[in-house]
């Protein structure tokens, strides 16, 4: 750990004087590093005082100082949300949209003379060496916290899940109407429990993944609508998730969990089977289900 500390630090103080963080004019903008930051994510699309205070993980206050300066910039507008009297949005003004261009370009301008005496091969290998450093940051900054399964992190996890297996089973997946409010409460009830990964590590940030457990009969507890986003996939995340949930179900007093899921989920299954699940019969009448898994809880 001592090592890794060691070499994101040097990394941080090499990279940084690079490309423009410590100068008081980020990228000769005029704009100090956050205010363009700011800026830019403004002009992405518009967004609410809310949502960019989450995105740059800053206090309200700080946050409201930026905008006030870009509104005495006349870069951007700060006005309520006609659909929604409680939230305020930000978007660019004609300046703002000027502004915006010109740091994109420098941006690009930056990134460009970093790249140039790389090779072609040289620049797909530290292309693949930031996406996966990127995804193993990210790793290291999600949380698995319990939450209501009808609560809104829970739901749209929920709904990502169902977007998902509806893509993938050659049958097509299909809810209904909802996720069954007596599913739901299972889920939250005494016997039961609702976890969420979230982006970030706190409440608010984006979620990633989900997991639930509910009562399948006094001994054993059974696992439902687990998922994680595709971006999160490969980096032991899924196999932390399992074992949260296994934890979960220790602690209510279950003896075994039970899962089903279905044969088309190729490396769900190898996780599975990899964490000590033995395949056996058939235990609902789940018509997307085709294959039933259960593990003893040591």
């Given at each position: 750990?001592?090592?890794?500390?060691?070499?994101?630090?040097?990394?941080?103080?090499?990279?940084?004087?690079?490309?423009?963080?410590?100068?008081?004019?980020?990228?000769?903008?005029?704009?100090?590093?956050?205010?363009?930051?700011?800026?830019?994510?403004?002009?992405?699309?518009?967004?609410?005082?809310?949502?960019?205070?989450?995105?740059?993980?800053?206090?309200?206050?700080?946050?409201?100082?930026?905008?006030?300066?870009?509104?005495?910039?006349?870069?951007?507008?700060?006005?309520?949300?006609?659909?929604?009297?409680?939230?305020?949005?930000?978007?660019?003004?004609?300046?703002?949209?000027?502004?915006?261009?010109?740091?994109?370009?420098?941006?690009?301008?930056?990134?460009?003379?970093?790249?140039?005496?790389?090779?072609?091969?040289?620049?797909?290998?530290?292309?693949?060496?930031?996406?996966r450093a990127?995804?193993?940051?990210?790793?290291?900054?999600?949380?698995?916290?319990?939450?209501?399964?009808?609560?809104?992190d829970a739901?749209?996890?929920?709904?990502?899940?169902?977007?998902?297996?509806?893509?993938?089973?050659?049958?097509?997946?299909?809810?209904?109407?909802?996720?069954?409010?007596?599913?739901?409460?299972?889920?939250?009830?005494?016997?039961?429990?609702?976890?969420?990964?979230?982006?970030?590590?706190?409440?608010?940030?984006?979620?990633?993944?989900?997991?639930?457990?509910?009562?399948?009969?006094?001994?054993?507890?059974?696992?439902?609508?687990?998922?994680?986003?595709?971006?999160?996939?490969?980096?032991?995340?899924?196999?932390?998730?399992?074992?949260?949930?296994?934890?979960?179900?220790?602690?209510?007093?279950?003896r075994s969990?039970?899962?089903?899921?279905?044969?088309?989920?190729?490396?769900?299954?190898?996780?599975?089977?990899?964490?000590?699940?033995?395949?056996?019969?058939?235990?609902?009448?789940?018509?997307?289900?085709?294959?039933?898994?259960?593990?003893?809880?040591?």
């Amino acid at each position: 750990m001592d090592d890794s500390v060691a070499a994101l630090r040097h990394f941080n103080r090499t990279f940084t004087p690079r490309i423009g963080v410590l100068d008081e004019s980020f990228l000769g903008t005029g704009l100090p590093l956050a205010a363009a930051r700011l800026l830019f994510e403004i002009g992405l699309a518009p967004v609410t005082v809310h949502e960019l205070r989450r995105r740059l993980r800053a206090d309200s206050g700080y946050v409201s100082r930026l905008l006030r300066r870009l509104e005495d910039d006349d870069l951007i507008e700060v006005a309520e949300d006609p659909s929604d009297g409680r939230r305020r949005i930000a978007t660019l003004t004609r300046g703002g949209h000027l502004a915006w261009r010109d740091l994109d370009r420098r941006s690009d301008d930056i990134a460009r003379r970093l790249l140039d005496p790389l090779t072609k091969d040289q620049c797909g290998e530290l292309q693949d060496a930031l996406m996966r450093a990127d995804r193993l940051l990210r790793l290291a900054a999600v949380s698995l916290s319990v939450a209501s399964p009808d609560g809104a992190d829970a739901m749209t996890a929920m709904r990502a899940y169902v977007a998902e297996l509806d893509q993938r089973f050659p049958e097509r997946f299909d809810v209904g109407n909802g996720f069954e409010p007596d599913e739901l409460a299972q889920m939250s009830g005494p016997g039961g429990t609702f976890i969420v990964v979230r982006d970030g590590g706190d409440e608010g940030g984006e979620s990633l993944g989900c997991g639930g457990l509910r009562r399948l009969d006094d001994a054993t507890a059974e696992i439902k609508r687990m998922w994680l986003h595709s971006s999160m996939r490969g980096l032991g995340l899924g196999r932390r998730l399992l074992e949260r949930l296994e934890t979960e179900a220790r602690d209510l007093g279950y003896r075994s969990v039970a899962l089903d899921t279905h044969a088309t989920l190729g490396s769900a299954i190898a996780m599975y089977e990899s964490a000590g699940y033995r395949r056996v019969d058939r235990y609902n009448d789940n018509p997307y289900a085709q294959l039933y898994f259960r593990k003893d809880l040591d």
